[in-house]
């Protein structure tokens, strides 16, 4: 693992940089005694259980729409940019939609983008078509359109791409 590299690569760079620099810390220094610290090796056991029923394959034989907000500072954004390369690499992009609201919080959609959501996705199922059903405006106009019980915020669907996933498994290994 080059944790140098690997912290270039992140969204959070500069502000890291600029954190130590603030309060007179070596970020090189922190960042040798990651790199020179002993591995430990992962239990075969627990490696092999997580393979067979958690880590993505990318193999989809049903579409699949995720919903996830931008700002969850819990379950990040960037898990979907590694779960859309895998999906990828396995050949199943047509069944992946993925869509983004932009506000902070975990799971903080609204009751009117949830069910809009839901029915994007039993459009796809019941046309076999994605058609335009994931244009963040379009799917705005649906919530909206769901009255204001159901919108306590206004509908905040957007076009989204998240930064790279930094520490991505390779499945094909």
Known sequence: M????QLERSADYDEVQALYQQDGLSLESDLNRLAAAARIQADPGA???LSTYTIFNGN???PVLTLHTTGDGWVVNQNEQAYASVVRVAKDSSLLREIFV???GHCTFTPAETLTAFQTLLHRLDTGKWDDSTNPD???QEA???GQT???VPPALFNFEPTVFLRPFDVWN
């Open 102 to 104: 932009h506000r902070a």
């Open 138 to 140: 379009l799917l705005n």
């Open 144 to 146: 909206a359109a769901l």
């Open 2 to 5: 080059n944790y140098s590299q």
């Open 47 to 49: 490696l092999q259980y």
């Open 150 to 152: 159901l919108n306590p």
């Open 60 to 62: 989809l034989n049903i």
